[in-house]
């Protein structure tokens, strides 16, 4: 792939976290990546990742990870605020360990972790040489060293195999302490590249989305009552004086600018990704929760996203038409795609721990197949947004999934009976209408609906 050079930017800081040797091995392609910056972040042991990421969370602008294990253990412990990757599991994995066993072992007995039957299979064929005796465990999800250790260890110990080959960086350490004869399945340079060469289109998207031009529409809630309380004309001006300077020191802090359009409204221009940040991905309205504890008056802010200063404008005023009708004291914002996000609201989203979550939904959540962390990031964003209705598209983020994969999450859902299809979203007359999912997990369930997990 021949990416351009654009030697005038910033390059892109990527965090490569792993064991130390693919840490090196993927610092190693640097050269081939001009427009980003690779920075080795490694561990011992995989249980060590959490804290490795902790580490380059704040410094870098993505991370990738040179294997799905300790990526799904991040991911299971905390939500990243940057986007992160990792490098997929893949046959072409398989290839250079299984030539090295056929030089060295029996390659007919052999005991693989991590890997499907099928993937197992089919380099197998490649190879033209028979599976019957060759074990494999499938591990969906997080991967256990003790589970993979006693697999492969006590095969070896009936001597049903001559070698473990395992993708676990722990799980193979511990192997070649209880000695027996083990290879670690690792990436190959190329599968490496390909995620870097991902890392780099997603980096473009998102330099594009931050600079983004963003416009605010501010309108003071019933200001001729906050007048008529005002004992003098000096009051008056004092609290606009007031008003200004509070709306001033926020548009500073995203590095807008803020305009007096008369009245009682104010109009401020910045960028997406500095209004992303202040906002906390869009969970609070720091500005209206700001005026209204420290002046106590309220504002109706209204966002607008757009491709151009017009559109975001325009999409400004909807925006700040739908904050009055909720009563003002809110913020709404209106998405290029024409989305409305809101109210968002004086106070930060409520935080849901995972203790005030009823046992049963847990539980119903992870016979569907979702996970307690995904389940509690799933409230935080419904009642964010103050609906149970939802498309693909809109939880994919939230999930920290691929939209492929949030379909496939969401059908079983549906299977289970936890989510229902409600309807459709055709956001232009071109195009796929995507399908809108009512999550009755979120309520408790529809026991009408409800067939089991699958």
């Avoid at 792939?1 to 392609?29: C, F, Y």
């Avoid at 561990?43 to 300790?70: K, N």
């Avoid at 039957?117 to 999800?141: H, M």
């Amino acid at each position: 792939m021949n990416l351009p050079e654009q030697l005038d930017r910033a390059p892109l800081k990527v965090a490569i976290i792993g064991p130390d040797d693919l840490v090196r091995k993927t610092l190693a392609l640097q050269p081939q990546f001009p427009t980003l910056r690779l920075m080795g972040s490694s561990y011992a042991e995989d249980v060590e990742a959490p804290r490795v990421f902790v580490g380059v969370e704040e410094a870098a602008d993505m991370a990738l990870f040179t294997g799905p294990a300790s990526y799904h253990r991040v991911m299971a412990e905390r939500r990243p605020a940057l986007p992160a990757l990792y490098v997929p599991y893949s046959t072409a994995w398989l290839y250079p360990t299984l030539f090295e066993v056929r030089e060295k072992y029996d390659l007919r007995r052999v005991s693989i972790d991590t890997f499907s039957r099928e993937a197992i299979e089919e380099a197998y064929r490649e190879l033209r040489t028979s599976t019957r005796n060759v074990f494999s465990k499938d591990s969906p999800g997080l991967p256990r060293r003790e589970e993979l250790v006693k697999f492969h260890l006590d095969l070896y110990r009936r001597g049903e195999t001559t070698v473990a080959l395992s993708c676990l960086r722990s799980a193979y350490v511990e192997l070649s302490r209880l000695g027996v004869p083990c290879l670690s399945v690792v990436p190959t340079s190329s599968a490496i590249r390909e995620v870097l060469e991902r890392a780099y289109l997603i980096g473009e998207n998102l330099r594009f989305k931050e600079t983004q031009t963003v416009a605010g529409l501010v309108n003071l809630d019933d200001f001729k009552a906050a007048v008529d309380r005002a004992q003098s004309a000096y009051d008056v001006q004092r609290l606009r004086l007031q008003v200004h300077q509070a709306l001033l020191r926020y548009v500073e802090e995203i590095d807008g600018h803020l305009i007096f359009s008369g009245g009682d409204e104010y109009q401020f221009f910045t960028t997406r990704g500095l209004f992303e940040k202040s906002t906390r991905s869009y969970t609070a309205a720091p500005l209206v929760r700001e005026i209204r504890d420290s002046l106590a008056i309220t504002i109706s802010l209204g966002v607008g996203f757009g491709m151009t200063a017009n559109q975001a404008g325009i999409n400004a005023r909807v925006a700040l038409q739908k904050a009055k009708e909720a009563g003002g004291n809110a913020c709404y914002v209106l998405l290029e795609n024409k989305r409305l996000i809101g109210p968002l609201g004086p106070e930060p989203s409520p935080s849901y721990e995972l203790r005030m979550v009823e046992p049963q939904l847990l539980a119903r959540a992870e016979a569907a197949g979702l996970s307690m962390v995904a389940f509690s990031r799933l409230l935080n964003f419904a009642s964010a947004m103050g609906r149970d209705t939802f498309t693909a598209n809109e939880l994919a983020p939230v999930a920290g999934v691929t939209l492929r994969s949030t379909h496939r999450l969401l059908n079983r859902l549906v299977a289970s009976g936890q989510a229902r299809v409600v309807g459709e979203e055709r956001l232009t007359t071109r195009g796929r209408p995507r399908q809108l999912y009512k999550l009755l997990m979120l309520e408790g369930g529809d026991s009408d609906n409800r067939r089991g997990s699958t």
